[in-house]
């Protein structure tokens, strides 16, 4: 008998939970599935857990779930063992979110950690704030964040309100792998974690706390408050956790003229209006460009479930509307944040862009335009979240902005983790400021491509599913590291930088105190001739996919999209030649 059907039917003879065995005892007969299922522990990697709702060692259920918790408590009561232990825990609107943060609490409990779990619907960010906000050690956020339906997942945050980065979560990963047996790991009941104090609910004065500081994030307040109501705004949550957040923030602000998509805004963990709840698709505006035919909205914002990632939609002068790219919306975030500053006297070289590895070059030649350095970090906002908790532990730095493409925002460092709520407040603020000097953001951005240069990105997706898919990229990168094309669109290779032999990467920072090595991860990195584009190419750390990244800049948008297109054409066919 193989180790997965073994596996398995221990499974079918101790499972107690009625929806398991039903799952189960449906699989049966189905070797193939019983083996995907069990073949292997889903994997808590360093920022926690993702996979498929379902029966199984490999798949987010109730008992992964426990078993990943008993490994983080285990961790906890090791690396905290001199003080009293809490965790956060929130959830967002997915299928098992809430039973997931329960049984999380109920597993801590168990262990003699207190969890303190929003009654609520609560975004990433918020989850971020409560941690440093109420003096936690970790913190849990139970999301799959855009994936679809069938998804679920487990993000393990620390004490400075950021997710574990490599060596903490290398040893948290450790104490999860010892744990071999799930159907053994222990639960307090609900009622006795109440009454021990081990169990708390949190309620809205922490969402109040938290709005409170974003409010405090507003560069213009003598504009929002002559001027919101002139503004009109259609938001969406996507059927996810932003809808109070935001809402409240942006009645708070006297931006009156907002409208939620109505079908959206109800939280349904089968996100029924759109295929994926993702802001970066321009698809899942279609119920809120509608609503433009009767409100000619100025700008359309989204959030995704956990409401940590933000997209914008702008009204051009011609009445459609342009949805941006996370590099844009980060630039034009960052411009309006320099020259609001620079405008009162409070920007100065002490202040610090902070950015991935995948992210365009513009925002950091933007800040430089200013006097303002930069940061690169790999990339997973983690990074930036740690970053931002080194400095203020420093002091000589002023954190400013810290972005990646993937539509992750974040502009003040009371979160360590992106946050739609704060940018679509920015961005609701930026548009009016541009209003009211008569253009768009759109407008904007093409006067700094005039100033600048146009500057183009573009992402190119191979899914390899499955375990034929895996060996499939781990091929593909070792050849690439073999044998590194000599071009990419027709332009020389000048340099190329492979992070999974660590160190520094050329051109990295403006700050030689800042200046420190890379961990070690899977991605590798080419300038091309002339500074003038670049790729990186890297598995993603959540999906079955090989992720290509593309940057150009050209005197206009014809040239910088000829270089793009090469770039992507030559490359996608040298790799799938290997």
Same mark, same amino acid.
């Given at each position: 008998m193989s180790a997965y059907y073994e596996i398995y039917q221990k499974w079918v003879n101790e499972v107690k939970d009625p929806e398991l065995l039903k799952e189960l005892a449906e699989i049966k007969d189905q070797d193939d599935q019983i083996k995907e299922r069990f073949y292997t522990n889903l994997d808590f990697g360093t920022g926690g857990i993702r996979g498929v709702l379902g029966a199984g060692t490999n798949r987010m259920n109730v008992l992964t779930v426990r078993r990943a918790t008993q490994g983080v408590a285990d961790y906890l009561n090791k690396a905290c063992a001199a003080?009293?232990?809490?965790?956060i825990i929130a959830y967002d609107s997915r299928h098992k979110s809430r039973e997931f943060a329960l049984e999380s609490a109920l597993v801590l409990a168990k262990n003699g950690i207190a969890a303190k779990v929003f009654r609520e619907l609560a975004p990433t960010p918020l989850l971020s704030f409560a941690v440093t906000h109420l003096k936690a050690q970790s913190g849990i956020v139970i999301t799959a964040s855009h994936n679809s339906k069938e998804y679920n997942g487990y993000k393990l945050y620390w004490s400075h309100g950021g997710q574990m980065t490599d060596q903490r979560a290398g040893d948290v990963i450790q104490c999860v792998n010892s744990i071999q047996n799930e159907l053994s790991v222990e639960t307090m009941s609900r009622e006795e974690a109440e009454a021990k104090g081990l169990l708390v609910w949190l309620g809205d004065e922490v969402v109040s706390a938290y709005l409170a500081r974003v409010q405090s994030l507003v560069q213009n307040p003598e504009l929002v408050s002559q001027h919101a109501s002139e503004l009109k705004i259609i938001y969406t949550p996507l059927h996810g956790a932003g809808l109070v957040p935001v809402t409240r923030l942006f009645k708070n602000l006297g931006f009156s003229q907002m409208r939620v998509v109505p079908d959206q805004a109800k939280p349904d963990p089968d996100f029924p209006t759109v295929k994926l709840p993702n802001p970066e698709d321009p698809a899942v505006y279609e119920l809120a460009l509608k609503m433009t035919r009767d409100f000619p909205a100025d700008i359309i914002l989204g959030s995704d479930p956990d409401a940590d990632r933000a997209g914008v939609g702008c009204r051009g002068k011609d009445g459609k509307y342009v949805f941006l790219s996370g590099n844009q919306i980060g630039v034009l975030i960052l411009d309006y944040l320099l020259t609001t500053k620079k405008a009162r006297g409070a920007l100065d070289a002490r202040h610090l862009v902070i950015k991935s590895v995948v992210t365009a070059q513009m925002g950091v030649d933007l800040a430089a335009r200013h006097g303002v350095p930069y940061?690169?970090?790999?990339t997973g906002f983690k990074y930036i979240g740690e970053l931002i908790d080194q400095l203020a532990a420093r002091g000589d730095y002023q954190y400013l902005f810290g972005y990646e493409e993937s539509y992750g925002f974040l502009i003040g460092d009371f979160c360590r983790d992106k946050d739609a709520p704060q940018a679509c407040m920015i961005l609701a603020e930026a548009a009016l400021y541009h209003k009211q000097n008569g253009e768009t953001l759109l407008d904007r951005l093409e006067t700094l491509f005039g @100033?600048? =240069?146009?500057?183009? @990105?573009?992402?190119v997706n191979i899914s390899l599913p499955g375990l034929s898919g895996m060996d499939r990229l781990a091929k593909i990168m070792a050849e690439l590291r073999r044998t590194s094309p000599k071009?990419? =669109?027709?332009l020389e290779i000048t340099y190329m930088k492979d992070f999974a032999e660590g160190g520094g990467e050329q051109g990295q920072s403006v700050l030689?105190? /800042?200046t420190r090595e890379f961990p070690v991860t899977n991605l590798l990195r080419y300038e091309l001739k002339g500074d003038t584009a670049w790729c990186c190419i890297r598995p993603s750390g959540t999906e079955p996919k /090989?992720?290509?990244?593309?940057?150009?800049?050209?005197? =206009?948008?014809q040239e910088a999209q000829a270089m793009l297109d090469a770039m992507q054409k030559e490359l996608s066919a040298h790799i799938n030649g290997i």
């Amino acid at each position: 008998m193989s180790a997965y059907y073994e596996i398995y039917q221990k499974w079918v003879n101790e499972v107690k939970d009625p929806e398991l065995l039903k799952e189960l005892a449906e699989i049966k007969d189905q070797d193939d599935q019983i083996k995907e299922r069990f073949y292997t522990n889903l994997d808590f990697g360093t920022g926690g857990i993702r996979g498929v709702l379902g029966a199984g060692t490999n798949r987010m259920n109730v008992l992964t779930v426990r078993r990943a918790t008993q490994g983080v408590a285990d961790y906890l009561n090791k690396a905290c063992a001199a003080q009293p232990i809490q965790v956060i825990i929130a959830y967002d609107s997915r299928h098992k979110s809430r039973e997931f943060a329960l049984e999380s609490a109920l597993v801590l409990a168990k262990n003699g950690i207190a969890a303190k779990v929003f009654r609520e619907l609560a975004p990433t960010p918020l989850l971020s704030f409560a941690v440093t906000h109420l003096k936690a050690q970790s913190g849990i956020v139970i999301t799959a964040s855009h994936n679809s339906k069938e998804y679920n997942g487990y993000k393990l945050y620390w004490s400075h309100g950021g997710q574990m980065t490599d060596q903490r979560a290398g040893d948290v990963i450790q104490c999860v792998n010892s744990i071999q047996n799930e159907l053994s790991v222990e639960t307090m009941s609900r009622e006795e974690a109440e009454a021990k104090g081990l169990l708390v609910w949190l309620g809205d004065e922490v969402v109040s706390a938290y709005l409170a500081r974003v409010q405090s994030l507003v560069q213009n307040p003598e504009l929002v408050s002559q001027h919101a109501s002139e503004l009109k705004i259609i938001y969406t949550p996507l059927h996810g956790a932003g809808l109070v957040p935001v809402t409240r923030l942006f009645k708070n602000l006297g931006f009156s003229q907002m409208r939620v998509v109505p079908d959206q805004a109800k939280p349904d963990p089968d996100f029924p209006t759109v295929k994926l709840p993702n802001p970066e698709d321009p698809a899942v505006y279609e119920l809120a460009l509608k609503m433009t035919r009767d409100f000619p909205a100025d700008i359309i914002l989204g959030s995704d479930p956990d409401a940590d990632r933000a997209g914008v939609g702008c009204r051009g002068k011609d009445g459609k509307y342009v949805f941006l790219s996370g590099n844009q919306i980060g630039v034009l975030i960052l411009d309006y944040l320099l020259t609001t500053k620079k405008a009162r006297g409070a920007l100065d070289a002490r202040h610090l862009v902070i950015k991935s590895v995948v992210t365009a070059q513009m925002g950091v030649d933007l800040a430089a335009r200013h006097g303002v350095p930069y940061m690169n970090v790999l990339t997973g906002f983690k990074y930036i979240g740690e970053l931002i908790d080194q400095l203020a532990a420093r002091g000589d730095y002023q954190y400013l902005f810290g972005y990646e493409e993937s539509y992750g925002f974040l502009i003040g460092d009371f979160c360590r983790d992106k946050d739609a709520p704060q940018a679509c407040m920015i961005l609701a603020e930026a548009a009016l400021y541009h209003k009211q000097n008569g253009e768009t953001l759109l407008d904007r951005l093409e006067t700094l491509f005039g @100033e600048m =240069g146009c500057y183009l @990105e573009s992402q190119v997706n191979i899914s390899l599913p499955g375990l034929s898919g895996m060996d499939r990229l781990a091929k593909i990168m070792a050849e690439l590291r073999r044998t590194s094309p000599k071009t990419i =669109g027709g332009l020389e290779i000048t340099y190329m930088k492979d992070f999974a032999e660590g160190g520094g990467e050329q051109g990295q920072s403006v700050l030689t105190s /800042l200046t420190r090595e890379f961990p070690v991860t899977n991605l590798l990195r080419y300038e091309l001739k002339g500074d003038t584009a670049w790729c990186c190419i890297r598995p993603s750390g959540t999906e079955p996919k /090989l992720k290509l990244y593309f940057g150009a800049k050209g005197a =206009g948008r014809q040239e910088a999209q000829a270089m793009l297109d090469a770039m992507q054409k030559e490359l996608s066919a040298h790799i799938n030649g290997i």
